[in-house]
């Protein structure tokens, strides 16, 4: 009998055995003494960022529904039974790039996030960097008021008042003095090393004109918030392994579609010149509008299909607290689905040709029989559970319906063009 399988012994499961509530704890196996215990009585799950000498080493998952506690050793031996779920290996050291970086936050109308946040980024292994705040909901003294308050001095504030996250990207994007600039959101936090980490990405070797982090769950007490881990979370099954991507490689093969799991809008770094000049963020995109996303998908294809290098890079993470209301969760399914064929629409509007590339590839898919089946996730995540909450999967239909519709509305109502125009507003 494994270890895995003796009674009373913690149990390695996989992503689709998460129940909430689940505990969210992140180990290093090798700093922290074996017999360190692990609160587990009011869970049922366990889900854990494992650590080797502070290098991120994999993400796994613990059936402790009858346990009180587990220790660190468990896990470790666990591991080493079962094998970490992502089977990564150790980063190359790689040293942090010495060019300057600015961190820039968007904000709508979250005090308590965005000072959370900002509280984060005041504990940074490295503090040579800049903050850049982006109101996007200037009524109030919202985002004004928490800088005052905590009177962050490297810390500098500009409103975007038109609605949108596109808006308030480019309006950074066109404030932003440094040679490279982060994106974080404010329902996140960073880990203490993100800043070294998303440096470090850019001194990597491909040359990356974007890096990309991982954004993990700061906490999974609902149903909601685990639901959303078991669709593939924002890490969208990527490894923690660094991974380059190139368009034409076998990571990227196409940067429209299977869309290369690339990375999140609230984990992401690129270096300023090369994001100007492909027209930075377009505003018909994005949280705010109708279309309520693809604006970050969108960058990194035409990125892609310019010819430049994205890495992955696991060294970078951030920890987002999950919606943990269901209602909720429908709307970020019909809104994440809604931004993929806005996204689709937006790269049709500014190169027509694309059209008949998304049509020649779709036809090659059907014809293999390699279209997504209706109840699989996001990249990495093949079949959902058997209960998986059907009203998010028609949430995820309509959006997917009637994105390509809300991106039209979009430009008719920004009076933009459909050809050949720039993205920025």
């Given amino acids: 009998m494994s270890v895995s399988e003796r009674p009373g012994v913690v149990r390695l499961v996989g992503r689709m055995d998460l129940r ?25 799950s366990l889900w854990c960022l494992s650590r080797r000498a502070g290098v991120p080493h994999g993400i796994s998952f613990w059936d402790v529904e009858h346990r009180q506690q587990v ?49 984060s980024l005041h504990r940074q292994s490295d503090p040579d960097f800049s903050i850049l705040v982006v109101d996007n ?28 996250l596109s808006r308030a990207r480019n309006r950074a994007l066109g404030a932003v003095e440094t040679d490279l600039v982060a994106w974080i959101d404010d329902d996140e936090v960073a880990d203490i090393d993100w800043v070294r980490g998303i440096k470090a990405g850019f001194s990597h070797p491909c040359h990356p004109a974007a890096v990309c982090g991982l954004m993990l769950p700061a906490e999974l007490e609902s149903e909601a918030q685990v639901r959303f881990e078991q669709y593939g979370g924002f890490n969208k099954g990527r490894s923690i392994s660094p991974e380059i991507l190139v368009a034409g490689s076998a990571q990227a093969p ?14 992401m770094a690129f270096e300023v010149e090369t994001l100007r000049s492909v027209g930075g963020f377009d505003p018909c995109l994005g949280a705010g509008t109708s279309t309520h996303g693809g604006e970050e998908t969108r960058t990194f294809a035409v990125l892609l299909r310019s010819g430049h290098t994205v890495l992955h890079w696991p060294a970078a993470i951030t920890w987002h607290f999950h919606r943990r209301e269901m209602a909720a969760l429908r709307r970020q399914f019909f809104g994440y689905s809604a931004g993929l064929t806005a996204f689709y629409a937006s790269m049709v509007a500014s190169e027509p040709r694309v059209a008949g590339e998304l049509v020649r ?47 039209g ?6 009076r933009i063009g459909f050809a050949g125009c720039s993205t920025t507003l």
């Fill in 20 to 44: 909430a509530p689940a505990r969210v704890v992140d180990v290093d196996l090798v700093r922290t003494d074996p017999a360190t215990p692990i609160d587990v009585a009011p869970y049922k």
């Fill in 71 to 119: 220790t660190v050793g468990e896990i470790s031996s666990g591991l080493a039974e079962g094998a970490d779920r992502t089977g990564a290996d150790p980063f190359t050291a790689v040293p942090p790039r010495s060019s300057s970086i600015t961190v820039v936050i968007c904000t709508f109308d979250r005090p308590l996030g965005l000072r959370r946040l900002l509280e």
């Fill in 137 to 164: 909901a200037p009524r109030g003294p919202g985002a004004a008021g928490v800088l005052e308050e905590l009177g962050l001095a490297r810390c500098r504030l500009v409103v975007e008042p038109r609605r949108g």
């Fill in 254 to 267: 196409r940067p429209l579609y299977p869309l290369p799991a690339i990375g999140s809008g609230g984990n």
């Fill in 361 to 407: 590839i779709l036809a090659s898919k059907l014809a293999e029989g390699t279209v997504r089946a209706p109840r699989s996730g996001t990249f990495g995540v093949t079949e959902l559970p058997a209960d998986f909450p059907t009203a998010l999967l028609r949430a995820r239909t309509r959006g997917l319906v009637e994105g390509a519709l809300r991106y």
């Fill in 409 to 414: 509305y979009e430009r008719l109502k920004n």
